[in-house]
């Protein structure tokens, strides 16, 4: 099961590459489908690095900036702090790239590639 998650993961965050390749800032900025659609692969991301946590802790914890992770989730879904475009748009330049690479090295490992 908790490969499934490791699984979740990878596939959210090829599928936000893939809606935002081609894009820059300024033409995310004023794409409200694709702001939509990379927001919603973030909750299944960090959803499914939540269910990890508590189903194996060891395993979630090889993942970097989990609780970073769960926490822009929640701040996504909950409200608790407003999430910029500007913000969103650099998790996706900056910190997906080597999410993703780790989750697929898990995965390898794991032999759920």
Do not use: C
């Amino acid at each position: 099961m908790t490969p499934r998650f490791l699984w979740d993961v990878r596939e959210s965050a090829l599928a936000i590459q893939s809606f935002t390749a081609g894009m820059d800032a300024a033409a995310y900025a004023v794409n409200e489908m694709a702001q939509a659609a990379v927001e919603r692969k973030f909750e299944i991301i960090g959803e499914a690095l939540n269910q990890l946590t508590k189903l194996d802790a060891a395993l979630a914890a090889r993942i970097p900036d989990l609780p970073q992770i769960v926490a822009f989730r929640n701040q996504l879904i909950h409200g608790y702090a407003t999430v910029n475009v500007g913000t969103v748009w650099n998790v996706v330049q900056n910190s997906l790239p080597p999410l993703l690479v780790h989750v697929q090295a898990v995965l390898d490992e794991l032999g759920g590639a």
